[in-house]
């Protein structure tokens, strides 16, 4: 065993709606949404750290 264990997710689920948000999430990369730097930065908004996913995702927009 890994000391420290790995966290089994890096999603804060706190509420019952940041449940039905990643589940939603889920069923939209089920269903192979076609935006994947769109689906990965949605995701990275229920992490503990979502700024830093929030900055970089700008950057990007901003070099187009």
């Known amino acids: ?11 804060i689920l706190d509420k019952k709606q940041d449940k039905r948000i990643i589940e939603k999430l889920n069923k939209l990369a089920e269903k192979g949404f076609s935006d994947e730097k769109l689906l990965k930065f949605l995701y990275s908004q229920l992490e503990t750290d979502w700024r830093t996913p929030l900055g970089e995702f700008i950057d990007e927009l901003l070099e187009t």
């Open 1 to 11: 065993m890994k000391i420290p264990p790995d966290p089994k997710t890096p999603y």
